[in-house]
């Protein structure tokens, strides 16, 4: 980092305490996928276990595997690995150095030092944020996508993977021969089950490959589930300048993000770990108590977060905060958390369903962070069926079982929202760009947009079961048409007056 000021910064110490004892980092953890979120959260609860109790055998080394990861590689080659963390709420900013990265492999570089350093005795997680599409799970079948043309490739080349899957099923099968445990693998990304995702997918890759390695995986390798939450916008210009007026610290990628920070990890780790609850996260023991924790992150926070995000974007809004000022909007985001999305969660001792709504409010309306609708937009195909379709399933069932209508309205809303968007054209014709793996095919299957029937037939992303729900399709058609035609704004005053 160029410059240090002075100020609110704190500068982690323990590295050049080490260095100066002379004492043995060891990199227990491997990283594939050094963005923002993995900088924010477990990067800083590592860092903090390393500066606050002196642990020394889980420093990080950084895996990019896409191309555009060279940026990444650049600057923290550039910065010893060093960055900084600037948390910003109306009540100030603060900055933090993190050092917990001790050193940082792009693979495209060189494929085997990844192989090596993920089969390395020190390594005992290799953990990930390789957002949704990096799984190659089809939503629908719960398989693995092994007929897509990267599994392909890595199935026949596995000396010489480009995918994570590629990459870890390398490294065991040179842990296996070399007859070392097998590291866990901790997914860090935003699905419900991650933990069980990543070992399905995992082991059915192993036995596209090598059954007897697939079986070794699937009896000793660990993959705990685990809730993960702190809002990590993209970093901008603006933060970088920020930074440096502020705190006078000239930093080429640092992270900015929200002081809330919340991690609840399933305890299943296939050898040592750190001990993550000295610094707060919430190790628990049943995996059912993560898929509860899970299932209210998913659908309140990430659910909001596309109700925010594709009607914000088609009303032509560019940031959170701004969706939040908006009171029509606002009203769409707290009603459909509270009327539509609550009543099929389930209660979890201590934690107040209403209360947890009320701060995520506050955490939307946060105009310090400048989160960026487009990230909040980003893959939708990969959040959609799992933020908002689980939601309006569950209310189809409950309204079945209970014979009552149970109200799915609004998030019928911002799923039409989502089919309109992906056109790429807001409300008053201004373009915008849409990015989804699936674009080809989500426009090939809308074909005119002006209805829901064609994507509703894309069975990995929809299933069968709520096609055939009439309640469902009518809604969906009748908010397609009102958007298309009078915008997201008047029809959201039209079906939600504010005196209702
Ligand atoms: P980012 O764009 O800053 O970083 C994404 C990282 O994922 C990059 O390092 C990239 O190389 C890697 N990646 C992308 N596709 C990959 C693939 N196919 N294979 C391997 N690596 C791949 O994004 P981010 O904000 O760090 O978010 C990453 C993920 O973290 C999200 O998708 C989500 O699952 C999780 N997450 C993010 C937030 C947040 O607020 N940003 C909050 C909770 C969870």
Not at 39 to 64: F, N, P, S, W
Not at 102 to 130: C, E, G, Q, W
Request: hydrophobic share 35%.
């Amino acid at each position: 980092i160029g410059k240090l000021g002075k100020g609110k910064i704190q500068i982690p110490t323990h590295r050049d305490i080490n260095r100066t004892r002379n004492v043995p980092v060891k990199e227990g953890i491997v990283h594939v996928g050094v963005g923002g979120f993995h900088r924010a959260h477990l990067a800083v609860y590592v860092d903090q276990l390393m500066e606050k109790h002196g642990e020394t055998d889980y420093a990080i080394c950084g895996v990019g595997l896409q191309p555009f990861d060279a940026g990444m590689r650049d600057v923290l080659r550039e910065q010893d690995h060093l960055y900084t963390v600037m948390e910003r709420s109306d009540k100030g900013s603060f900055a933090h150095v993190v050092g917990c990265i001790n050193s940082y492999l792009f693979a495209p570089d060189n494929r085997k030092a990844v192989i090596d350093k993920m089969a390395h005795p020190d390594t005992r997680i290799v953990s990930l944020t390789i957002t949704e599409s990096g799984y190659y799970y089809n939503e629908n079948t719960h398989e693995l996508i092994s007929d897509h043309p990267d599994i392909e490739a890595d199935l026949k080349n596995v000396n010489a993977p480009s995918t994570t899957f590629g990459f870890l099923y390398a490294a065991l099968a040179q842990r296996y021969r070399n007859k070392q445990d097998p590291f866990t693998v901790m997914s860090c990304d935003n699905m419900q089950k991650n933990g069980s995702i990543t070992r399905n997918m995992l082991v059915s890759f192993a036995r596209l490959h090598n059954p007897t390695i697939a079986d070794w995986i699937a009896e000793k390798g660990a993959f705990p589930n685990a809730m993960v939450d702190r809002i990590t916008p993209q970093t901008s210009q603006n933060d970088k300048d920020t930074l440096a007026k502020e705190f006078g610290i000239e930093d080429a990628w640092p992270v900015v993000t929200e002081p809330f920070m919340q991690w609840v990890i399933e305890d299943q780790f296939s050898n040592e770990r750190p001990e993550f609850e000295k610094v707060g996260v919430q190790v628990v023991k049943n995996v059912h108590d993560v898929e509860q924790f899970e299932k209210h992150k998913l659908r309140l926070l990430n659910g909001s977060h596309s109700a925010i995000g594709y009607p914000g974007q088609l009303a032509g809004f560019k940031y959170v905060h701004e969706v939040m000022n908006n009171p029509q909007l606002r009203k769409l985001v707290w009603e459909m958390m509270q009327e539509e999305v609550k009543p099929h969660l389930p209660d979890i001792p201590g934690v107040n369903i209403d209360d947890y709504c009320k701060t995520l409010m506050k955490r939307f309306s946060n105009s310090t962070i400048m989160d960026q609708l487009p990230r909040v937009c980003l893959n939708a195909s990969g959040k959609i069926p799992q933020f908002i379709m689980p939601s309006i399933a569950e209310a189809i069932m409950a309204s079945k079982e209970e014979k009552r209508d149970y109200p799915f309205r609004r998030l019928c809303f911002v799923a039409a929202s989502w089919f309109l968007y992906i056109r790429g054209v807001d409300d008053h014709g201004a373009k915008f760009a849409v990015v989804d793996p699936m674009l080809d095919e989500l426009l090939a299957a809308a074909g005119d947009g002006t209805g829901p029937h064609g994507l509703l037939q894309i069975k990995s992303l929809f299933g069968d079961d709520l096609r055939g729900y009439k309640r469902f399709t009518d809604e969906m058609e009748k908010a397609m048409k009102d958007i298309s035609e009078k915008g997201v704004l008047e029809t959201l005053k039209e079906y939600f007056p504010e005196d209702a």
